[in-house]
């Protein structure tokens, strides 16, 4: 549950700040933090010299910090011209896209910029993102490294150079319609229209927030503008191999969005339990058992294998729905039944239309192939009506 700390000078919680305000800030600047504190007097300090005499401005801080990084802000905000508003969350949910999110949530301004607390991101930029939007008519603008006038010179190394120009092939790769015209999905600096985007839609998972907005809500109108990717004015980098890897399951999951793409991916899971089952298949029958039960017995080796994998591949994000016993004992049910039906489909079409034994076992294969994977998404991870109806009150509070 977020705490908040508003400055001195302040209306109050942003949620009766946005009503009280008759005219709101043209932008409003959302900061992530996470241990900035060395950071962030500059920060407001770059902010104060190069916005509010171009356009108006609030800043909110969302921060995660373990330091005193929410108190410096405080300090520091004595001396703006503008509203600082920190929010500090005492459970980082959803990494830095999550700490985004909230602070779009809290915004009163028509335009929301994005941007980083370190000063890889200038803030001078902020008042051209806001400009350009305008004049396009757009409704996300983003700061790209990679057309020309825009550099990464910031990064440090090759080898945090390669790693980005990989995620961007890799993400472009995998939503080529979604990212059309935004040659860095992998940017943090954006400025977004606040009517553009359901805050609530979002799914956020690690630093990537700019991909899990345009996969997930894109505006209609996207445009560019170049930057200058800075060396970093204070601390360490936030990027590690944890975050990475957060990175690819949220990837993951943007791509798994899809019901085709999650049938795609639930039938090549399905297809390596085939692996399991063989070897079982063959140990037990080396034992002397007969090929009727040891099929049986075979086949539970291959379900748990599928079951495994589809947990934590497929359907991650679905677990809390159910707990382990029972997700276990339908993702079982269904498997198995799957067995019960495939004979009398197979003897049906052999006997009733004439078909092959074949074509009759490839088709009945499919059909209960579809089968089980609705009956898996809509019998063990999708949420149970009565839970769904009685929560959704609370999230709407």
Known sequence: ????????????????????????????????????????????????????????????????????????????????????????????????????????KAATSDWVVVMDGDLQHPPSLVPELVGTGERAHAGLVVASRYIKGGSREGLAGGYRIAVSRGATWLTKTLFPRKLRGISDPMSGFFAIRRSAVTAEALKPLGYKILLELAVRSRPRQVTEVPFVFQDRFAGESKSTAQEGFRFLRHLLGLRLASPVARMVVFGLIGATGFVPNLVGLWALTRTGMHYVPAEILANQLGVAWNFLLIEHLLFRDRRRHRSWW????????????????????????????????????????????????????????????????????????
């Open 1 to 104: 549950m977020s705490q908040e700390s508003m400055v001195p000078g302040e209306l109050g919680d942003p949620a009766v700040r946005g009503a009280e305000i008759a005219e709101p800030g043209a932008v409003t600047i959302v900061v992530p933090t996470f241990n900035e504190s060395a950071n962030v007097r500059e920060l407001l300090h770059r902010i104060t010299e190069s916005v509010p005499t171009r356009l108006p401005c609030e800043v909110v801080f969302v921060d995660d910090s373990t330091d005193d990084t929410p108190e410096v802000i405080s300090e520091a905000a004595q001396d703006c011209p503008f509203p600082v508003t920190v929010l500090h969350r005492e459970e980082p949910v959803g990494g830095l896209g999550g700490a985004v999110v909230e602070g779009i």
């Open 326 to 397: 029972d997700r276990t004992g339908r993702f079982a049910l269904l498997a198995n039944a799957d067995l019960v039906l495939r004979i009398p489909l197979i003897a049906l079409f052999v006997h009733r239309f004439g078909m092959g034994a074949v074509p009759a076992t490839a088709l009945a294969l499919v059909m209960t192939f579809v089968l089980r994977f609705v009956g898996t998404e809509a019998l063990v991870y999708l949420p149970r009506r009565g839970r769904e109806s009685r929560t959704a009150p609370r999230r709407a509070a």
